[in-house]
T-cell receptor, first 111, second 110 residues
Framework: DVKVTQSSRYLVKRTGEKVFLECVQD?????MFWYRQDPGLGLRLIYF???????EKGDIPEGYSVSREKKERFSLILESASTNQTSMYLC??????????FGPGTRLTVL | SQKIEQNSEALNIQEGKTATLTCNYT??????LQWYRQDPGRGPVFLLL?????KEKRKERLKVTFDTTLKQSLFHITASQPADSATYLC?????????FGAGTRLAVHP
């Protein structure tokens, strides 16, 4: 059974903390994505990666960075968390077929 | 810039009826459109992909159409069931990137 897993389902952090969100896929997919989802705004792409050590900015990269050292793992980093980064974060992966497989999501609250 | 829009109002229908959800796009012509289902608190799940040269695609009780003249895709669920209640997302593809609509919430009542 193919799978995308995320390191935490729920996370509570304080303003200014550095936050790491990890995503692992077991499908040998080339492409991996990080989205955030907010009510009324839908899914918005933060960053994506089409190969190891490669990354591309999505629509809302400000305040975020990413790391892809291994094919199966894609990390999202909030350098200094702020309250407006409270959101649901979703990781996804895809191959050439373009359908995306999503993880269960991490609900991050920044106090 | 490219934009994809879904009806933000919830759709309420009676069990057994056909649900029809709409996805409109403007300012561009996507090579394909995808439909996903999302349940509360969970990640979206892929349902169907339709390419611009395909008019219709079916999978069990699901049917998707793609009208490049109207710049619209329709998503149909026939013989709907309460278990079909969820939010349905439309997404368009540009290379490997997807742009998602905000989704339409479907509620199927017994």
């Amino acid at each position: 059974d193919v799978k995308v897993t995320q390191s935490s389902r729920y996370l509570v952090k304080r303003t200014g903390e550095k936050v790491f969100l990890e995503c692992v896929q077991d499908m040998d997919h080339e492409n991996m994505f990080w989205y955030r989802q907010d009510p009324g705004l839908g899914l918005r792409l933060i960053y994506f990666s089409y190969d190891v050590k490669m990354k591309e900015k999505g629509d809302i990269p400000e305040g975020y960075s990413v790391s892809r050292e291994k094919k199966e793992r894609f990390s999202l980093i909030l350098e200094s968390a702020s309250t407006n980064q409270t959101s649901m974060y979703l990781c996804a992966s895809s191959s050439k077929s373009n359908e995306q497989f999503f993880g269960p999501g991490t609900r991050l609250t920044v106090l | 810039s490219q934009k994809i829009e879904q009806n933000s109002e919830a759709l309420n229908i009676q069990e057994g009826k056909t649900a029809t959800l709409t996805c409109n796009y403007t300012n561009y012509s996507p090579a394909y459109l995808q439909w996903y289902r999302q349940d509360p608190g969970r990640g979206p799940v892929f349902l169907l992909l339709i390419r611009e040269n395909e008019k219709e695609k079916r999978k069990e009780r699901l049917k998707v159409t793609f009208d490049t003249t109207l710049k619209q895709s329709l998503f149909h669920i026939t013989a709907s069931q309460p278990a079909d209640s969820a939010t349905y997302l439309c997404a368009d593809g540009v290379y490997n990137k997807l742009i998602f609509g905000a989704g339409t919430r479907l509620a199927v009542h017994p």
